[in-house]
C-alpha cells in the first residue's frame, strides 16, 4: 500500500462512528491520479464496515480490541475465572482489596500496606454429575452427614511473596498470602 | 627518594572572555622533599571539560617553567568559548581544567595523581571581565573554593601559597589588597605584614600535629573604606615512616596454658605493638609490616600461628589528638590439639616494620611462653536417675559429662552405655557435639514397662577416640510410677494439639511422664514465648534443636521443624520457630505450623448459643 493509502485507511476509521462521508476539502489535491483510487477504497471499505459490525474489530489494535471486549462484557474482564460463561450467578473470581498489613491480624507491627487478592463467587458451573449425585443423596438423607464437599471458589495460584519492614527494622515475608487466580476446586 | 610534590592537588579560578594575552592567571607552588631540588613545571597538552573529555588542544595558556606562574598567551574569544561548551555537552557552567606536571617528561596524561600532578580548574564565564566596583571583597581576596594544602612532615621548609588574585590585581590595579594569617605566630607558618606569600619556618612533625586549621584575614581598602574577610585555611600534614615499633609499657612476652579450649582458631596469647606512624596505608599494612615464627620446635610451627590485626588509634601530643597504629599479634591454634598433648614451649615472633628508614631498627622480637597440659577424661564417681513407667520414646532421663565438659572446646568425646544385664535394656545416649555432654532418652518403652526391669545398671563410657582414652562411671536407673493407657486419638507428637485440656489429655513423644505439657504464652503480639504443646516444657521449645530433638521431627518441631510456618512469625535461624503469634502447632509429617491468636470467643459464644438453644 502507498503511504496514501494507510493515511486513508486512518481517516477512515475515525470517520466511521459519525457515518458521515469524508469531507473532500481534508484530501491534499497533490495526488490527482491516485485520487480515484483511494475514494474507491473508500467506499468499499465502509460498506464492508457496514455489513458486518464485528469485524471492525479485526481492524483495530490489540489493546483496543480487548478494552472494547471488556467494557461490552464486564463479567469477564477480571481474572480468567469462568471463561466466557453466562451462569446464574457472578462465578468465582479475583477481587483486589487494599489493605495494611496490620489489617492482616498476624501480629505484625508495621506500617506498610499491600494489595490483597482473593476469589468469590459461586461454583454452580463447575458442578459434573458426580456433584449431583452427593446432593441428591444428602438431599435424601442417604448421607450420614450433610456436610458433603462442594466445589469451592479457590485460589489456585498464588501471588508472589511480599516482603516488609516492620516497626523493630525486622524483615518479614508473606508467603501464598494472596490469591493470583481462582478456581473451582 | 620522593622528589617535588604539590602543596595542593586542585587550584581554582575564574575566566573570562576576552581577557588580553598576557593577563596572569595563578600561581602553582611546589614543595621540596629534599633541600636543594629546583621544581621545573609543565602544562598538560590538553583542556578537558565536566566528564573529563578532552575538550581541545590548549592553545591559550602557558606556565613559566621555574615560577610556576600561568598565564594567557591568547585571549580567548567568544567563538573560542561557545566551541568549548558546544563539545562539553552545552552545560550552562562550563568548568574547564588541565593538568600541571612536575616533572620535565610528563607523565601519561591520563594518570594526573599528586604529588606529581595536580589539576587547575577555571570556571569560564560567558562575560568580560566585571567592572571593578562590582567585586564584593570576598571576591576581591579569595578563589571561590576553599584553600587546603598539605605538606609532608619532615621535608625542608619552604613557600606553597600566594595569596593575591592575579586577574584582580591585573585589572583592577587601584585596589590594595593585604593579607595576614592569624594565630600563626607561634606556629610553623609564616606571612610577613606586607608579603603575600604563606611559607612555612621549619620542617612539620605528624606525630607532634597533624592538623593547624588557621584563618587567612585579608583587607581590603578602596579609598577610604576598609572591609576585612576571613576565610579558614587548612593544612594537613602528611605522615611517613619516622618511627618505630614499640612495646607499650614494655612488654614483650605474654604466657598461656592451653587445657580445655583445644580448637582450631583458640587465641592462646595476645602482645600488642604500637607505631606512631599512620604508614604504611591499610591497603599496603599487611605487606609491609611482617610478623614471623622463628623456627625452633616444628611441632609448634604446625600448631601455632600469628594473626596480625592493626587497627587506628588516637594519642595525645600538645594538647590535640594525633593518630596512630597499634598491632595486635595474636597466637593462634592452626588445629585442634588431642587431649593427650603435654609440653611446654617457647615461640619468638619477629615483627618487622619494613618502611621503617632508621634512625634504628623497625624489627621486634615477641616472645610467647605457651605450656599445652592434658585433658583427663573422669566421669562423676556414681549416677543416679529415676524414669517413669508412662515415659514415651524419645524421653529424656538425664545427662552424663565429664568434668569440666562446659569448657571443652576441640574436644570430641562419644558416649556410650553399657547394660549389665542383656534382656532389660530402656536406656539410649546421644552425645551432643556443642557441649561435649550425653544426653539419656527411653529407648524401649516396652522393656520400661516389664516388672521385672524396675531396677538397672548401666556403665557409661566416654571415650575420647583420637587420643584413645576413655572414662567410666556406673549408672543405676529406677523406674517409678504405674503405667497409665493412652488415650484414644492422641496424636504422635504432642505439638499437633492447639488446645490446652487436649494438650494435657495426650501423650507423645518425648515426654517423661507420659502427658504432654502446656505452656502459656504472654500473648503479647508475635512472641519468643508464644503458647504451644510440648513434650517437656524445660527442653522444648527453646529455640535449639539438639542432638536428641534431631532424632525425630515429632519430638520439638517447634524448634526443628524445616517447612512452612504459616500465620505471623519469626522463623529459627536454620529452622523452627523463633517467634509466634499466638498459640502455634505442628503437623511434622505435613511439614507444616500454624500460628494464630488464641481466640477466647469463640468458645464462649458455643456455650452461650446452646444456652440460647
Not at chain 2, 592553545?59 to 563539545?87: A, F, P
Not at chain 2, 606569600?197 to 588557621?214: F, H, I, M, P
Request: charged fraction near 25%.
Amino acid at each position: 500500500m502507498k503511504l496514501w493509502d494507510v493515511v486513508a485507511v486512518c481517516l477512515v476509521l475515525l470517520h466511521t462512528a459519525s457515518a458521515f462521508p469524508l469531507p473532500a476539502a481534508n484530501m491534499p489535491e497533490d495526488y490527482p491520479d491516485q485520487f480515484d483510487d483511494v475514494m474507491d477504497f473508500i467506499q468499499a471499505t465502509i460498506k464492508r464496515l457496514k455489513r458486518s459490525p464485528d469485524k471492525q474489530m479485526a481492524v483495530l489494535p490489540r489493546r483496543e480490541r480487548n478494552r472494547q471486549a471488556a467494557a461490552a462484557n464486564p463479567e469477564n474482564s477480571r481474572g480468567k475465572g469462568r471463561r466466557g460463561q453466562r451462569g446464574k450467578n457472578r462465578g468465582c473470581v479475583l477481587t483486589a482489596i487494599h489493605l495494611n498489613v496490620t489489617d492482616l491480624g498476624l501480629g505484625y507491627e508495621t506500617k506498610e500496606e499491600l494489595i490483597f487478592r482473593y476469589c468469590s463467587g459461586s461454583c454452580d458451573a463447575a458442578e459434573t454429575m458426580y456433584d449431583k449425585i452427593l446432593k441428591n443423596l444428602s438431599r435424601n438423607r442417604r448421607l450420614a452427614s450433610d456436610k458433603v464437599g462442594q466445589a469451592c471458589c479457590r485460589p489456585i495460584a498464588f501471588d508472589d511473596d511480599l516482603s516488609f519492614l516492620d516497626d523493630n527494622l525486622v524483615y518479614h515475608i508473606l508467603r501464598k498470602h494472596s490469591a493470583k487466580r481462582c478456581g473451582c476446586i | 627518594p620522593l622528589g617535588l610534590y604539590f602543596s595542593r592537588d586542585a587550584y581554582w579560578e575564574r575566566l573570562y572572555v576576552d581577557q588580553p594575552a598576557g593577563t596572569p592567571l595563578l600561581y602553582v607552588h611546589a614543595l621540596r622533599d629534599a633541600p636543594g631540588e629546583v621544581p621545573s613545571f609543565h602544562l598538560g597538552q590538553h583542556l578537558y571539560g565536566f566528564h573529563r573529555p578532552r575538550l581541545h588542544e590548549n592553545n591559550w595558556i602557558r606556565v613559566q617553567e621555574d615560577t610556576g606562574l600561568l598565564y594567557l598567551n591568547q585571549s580567548l574569544d567568544h567563538t573560542s568559548w561557545e566551541k568549548l561548551s558546544i563539545r562539553n555537552g552545552g552545560f550552562p557552567l562550563l568548568t574547564i581544567f588541565l593538568q600541571v606536571f612536575l616533572s620535565s617528561t610528563p607523565l601519561r596524561e591520563s594518570e594526573c595523581q599528586w604529588p606529581g600532578c595536580a589539576r587547575v580548574y577555571f570556571s569560564f564565564y560567558n562575560t568580560s571581565f566585571p567592572a571593578c566596583s562590582s567585586l564584593k571583597p570576598r571576591e576581591l581576596c579569595f578563589p571561590e573554593t576553599g584553600l587546603s594544602f598539605r605538606i609532608r612532615e619532615n621535608r625542608p621548609p619552604g613557600t606553597f601559597h600566594q595569596f593575591r588574585l592575579l586577574p584582580v590585581q591585573f585589572f583592577c590595579p587601584n585596589i590594595s589588597v593585604a593579607y595576614r594569617l592569624l594565630e600563626g605566630e607561634s606556629l610553623p607558618f609564616r606571612c610577613a605584614p606586607d608579603s603575600l606569600e604563606v611559607s612555612t619556618r621549619w620542617a612539620l612533625d605528624r606525630e607532634q600535629q597533624e592538623k593547624y586549621d588557621l584563618v587567612a584575614q585579608c583587607t581590603v581598602r578602596i579609598g577610604k573604606h576598609e572591609e576585612e574577610v576571613m576565610v579558614p585555611f587548612p593544612v594537613t600534614v602528611y605522615d611517613e615512616d619516622d618511627s618505630a615499633p614499640t612495646f607499650p609499657g614494655g612488654v614483650d612476652t605474654a604466657s598461656a596454658v592451653v587445657k580445655f579450649k583445644r580448637k582450631e582458631g583458640t587465641v592462646v596469647a595476645t602482645l600488642r605493638v604500637f607505631d606512631a606512624d599512620v604508614v604504611p596505608a591499610s591497603g599496603e599494612l599487611v605487606r609491609r609490616y611482617t610478623n614471623t615464627l622463628l623456627p625452633g620446635d616444628p611441632w609448634a610451627q604446625q600448631i601455632f600461628r600469628v594473626e596480625h590485626s592493626p587497627n587506628e588509634t588516637l594519642v595525645q601530643a600538645n594538647g590535640s589528638f594525633v593518630r596512630a597504629t597499634v598491632h595486635d599479634y595474636k597466637l593462634v591454634l592452626n588445629r585442634s590439639i588431642s587431649i593427650s598433648e603435654n609440653r611446654s614451649l617457647q615461640l619468638t615472633v619477629l615483627v618487622n616494620d619494613s618502611d621503617f628508614q632508621g634512625p634504628g631498627t623497625g624489627v621486634l622480637l615477641l616472645h610467647f611462653n605457651v605450656s599445652v597440659l592434658p585433658v583427663i577424661l573422669r566421669l562423676p564417681s556414681t549416677y543416679s536417675f529415676s524414669v517413669n513407667k508412662g515415659a514415651r520414646h524419645y524421653a529424656q532421663i538425664g545427662k552424663v559429662c565429664v568434668e569440666n565438659c562446659q569448657e571443652f572446646s576441640g574436644i570430641h568425646v562419644q558416649y556410650k552405655l553399657q547394660p549389665s544385664s542383656a534382656n532389660c535394656s530402656i536406656l539410649g545416649v546421644v552425645t551432643s557435639a556443642e557441649d561435649t555432654s550425653g544426653t539419656l532418652f527411653v529407648n524401649d518403652t516396652e522393656t520400661l514397662q516389664r516388672p521385672e526391669c524396675a531396677e538397672l545398671q548401666y556403665t557409661v563410657v566416654a571415650n575420647d577416640r583420637q587420643a584413645r582414652k576413655q572414662a567410666q562411671a556406673p549408672l543405676l536407673l529406677t523406674v517409678e510410677g504405674t503405667y497409665v493407657a493412652e488415650k484414644e486419638g492422641c496424636p504422635l507428637s504432642c505439638a499437633v494439639n492447639k488446645r490446652r485440656s487436649e494438650c494435657e489429655e495426650c501423650g507423645g513423644l518425648g515426654s517423661p511422664t507420659g502427658r504432654c505439657e502446656w505452656r502459656q504464652g504472654d500473648g503479647k503480639g508475635i512472641t519468643r514465648n508464644f503458647s504451644t504443646c510440648s513434650p517437656n516444657t524445660k527442653t522444648c521449645p527453646d529455640g535449639h534443636c539438639d542432638a536428641l530433638e534431631n532424632r525425630n521431627i515429632n519430638i520439638c518441631p517447634q524448634d526443628c521443624l524445616r517447612g512452612s510456618i504459616v500465620g505471623g512469625h519469626e522463623p529459627g535461624e536454620r529452622r523452627g520457630i523463633k517467634a509466634g503469634y499466638g498459640i502455634c502447632n505442628c503437623f511434622p509429617e505435613k511439614k507444616k505450623c500454624f500460628c494464630e491468636p488464641e481466640d477466647s470467643l469463640g468458645p464462649l459464644c458455643d456455650e452461650l448459643c446452646r444456652t440460647v438453644i
